[in-house]
C-alpha cells in the first residue's frame, strides 16, 4: 500500500544552515561487506574518533535497524531490498540535518546502494567496502550465524547460499583481515580529510 495525498514540507532552515551551525559537511558512509567483516565494528570506532574531533554523526546499525524500524521484515531478497531501501530514506533524513551518518549494513546488492547513492547529492555518499575474506569472516562468526548457514538452518545467507555482489567502483576499500581497526579508521579519517579540502 503507497501513501496518497501527501506532500513534502520544506523547512526554512536548509542543509547549509544545518552544516554551518554544526561546522561540518553532512555526508552518508555506508560500509558493505559480509556478515563478520567488521562493518559495524569500524563503523563505531570511527563514530568515537570523529566525536573526538568535535564531529556530530550517529551510527545506523543493521541489527539495530531491525529491532525497531525494520522489526517487522524476515530475510528474504524483498524483505532485505525493502531494509534497505527503508534505511537509506532514514540516511538521507540525517544527512539533510546536518550529521556525517555511518550505515553498517551487509546491502548484498549494488542495485540497492546504487539507488541509495542517486538519492543524494554528488559527493556525499562514501561508499566503503569492508573486505575481508569468506574464510576469515567464517572463523570471527561471533553470532554462530556461518554455521547455521552450512547446516541449512538459515536459508538465503549472504556468502553462503545468496549472493553478495562486491562494489564495482566504491570511494574506499579497507581491508579489514589485513588492516586493524584502527589503521582501517585512520585510512577512514585520511579520506574524509582529502575529500573536505577539495
Known amino acids: 500500500m503507497k501513501s496518497t495525498n501527501t506532500v513534502w514540507h520544506q523547512g526554512q532552515i536548509t542543509q547549509p ?3 554551518k551551525l554544526l561546522n561540518q559537511k553532512a555526508v552518508l558512509i555506508w560500509f ?8 559495524s565494528t569500524i563503523a563505531y570506532a570511527l563514530e568515537q574518533e ?25 530475510f528474504s531478497q524483498s524483505d532485505r531490498k525493502e531494509n534497505i531501501r527503508r534505511i537509506g530514506e532514514v540516511a538521507k533524513l540525517f544527512v539533510d540535518a546536518g550529521l556525517i551518518t555511518l550505515s553498517a549494513f551487509i546491502s548484498p ?30 572463523k570471527r562468526d561471533v553470532k554462530g550465524l556461518y554455521r547455521k548457514a552450512r547446516k541449512n538452518e538459515i ?33 577512514i579519517i585520511e579520506f574524509l580529510k582529502k575529500k573536505s579540502n577539495n
Not at 558493505?32 to 567488521?38: A, D, H, N, V
Not at 546504487?114 to 562514501?126: D, M, P, T, V
Not at 547460499?161 to 562494489?167: D, I, K
Open 17 to 19: 544552515d544545518r552544516e
Open 32 to 39: 558493505t561487506g559480509l556478515s563478520g567483516s567488521g562493518k
Open 50 to 74: 570523529l566525536h573526538q574531533l568535535g564531529k556530530h554523526c550517529y551510527v545506523l546499525d543493521g541489527d539495530n535497524i531491525r529491532h525497531g524500524l525494520n522489526g517487522n521484515l524476515g
Open 109 to 138: 546488492f549494488r542495485s540497492d546502494r546504487n539507488a541509495i547513492r542517486s538519492k543524494l547529492e554528488e559527493g556525499r555518499f562514501i561508499e566503503v567496502y569492508v573486505k575481508c575474506s569468506l574464510a576469515e569472516c567464517e
Open 155 to 187: 536459508i538465503d545467507f549472504t556468502g553462503i547460499s545468496s549472493p553478495y555482489e562486491e562494489p564495482f567502483d566504491p570511494e574506499l576499500i579497507v581491508e579489514s583481515d589485513k588492516l586493524a581497526v584502527e589503521e582501517a579508521v585512520r585510512k
